[in-house]
C-alpha cells in the first residue's frame, strides 16, 4: 500500500472518531468534534460548547448559539495547551470546515495540516489557512 493510500485511510479513520467525538456536544443546531493527531497519537480532542463551569445549553431561546459557545477547534487547541504536548506539526481532524477566528488559533498552534468533512457557512477560515501554508483537505464523512 502507498504511503498516500495509507494516509487516506487514516484520515478517513480519525475523521470518523471526530464525528463520533461530536456527539459529546450538547449544541443543538451543530455537533462539531476535533482532534490533534501527531505522530499518529491523539494529542488532545475537542467538541463544540460552553465552557467549563457553564450550562450545557449552547443556544438561546430564539435557537441562536449564545456569544460564549466554544468551538471544537478552540477547546482542542486550547486543552493540548494545558498538557504537556505540543501542537507544534499537528494534524486537525475536524467535521465542520473552521471559521476565520479559529483559523487564526490552528495558525498560532503551529498545526500544519487541517482535514475536514464538511463546509462550514462561510469559508475565510480556509481561504486564511491556505494563505498561511497550511495544508488544507476535505475528507468526506462516513
Known amino acids: 500500500m502507498e504511503d498516500k493510500d495509507k494516509q487516506r485511510l487514516l484520515d478517513r479513520r480519525y475523521m470518523r472518531m471526530a464525528r463520533i467525538w461530536a456527539e459529546n456536544s450538547y449544541c443543538k443546531r451543530r455537533q462539531v468534534g476535533a482532534l490533534l493527531v501527531k505522530n499518529k497519537m491523539i494529542i488532545s480532542d475537542g467538541y463544540n460548547g460552553t465552557p467549563s463551569g457553564f450550562e450545557n445549553n449552547c443556544e438561546d431561546e430564539n435557537n441562536v448559539s449564545k456569544p460564549y ?17 505540543s501542537s507544534d ?9 473552521p471559521c476565520i477566528e479559529c483559523a487564526k488559533l490552528i495558525i498560532q498552534a503551529g498545526i500544519r495540516r487541517v482535514v475536514y468533512g464538511e463546509n462550514y457557512r462561510v469559508l475565510d477560515g480556509l ?4 494563505r498561511a501554508g497550511i495544508d488544507v483537505e476535505y475528507v468526506e464523512c462516513d
Open 69 to 85: 459557545v466554544l468551538h471544537a477547534e478552540a477547546n482542542a487547541i486550547t486543552k493540548v495547551a494545558r498538557s504537556n504536548n
Open 89 to 97: 506539526g499537528a494534524t486537525l481532524y475536524v467535521t465542520a470546515s
Open 127 to 130: 481561504e486564511l489557512l491556505k
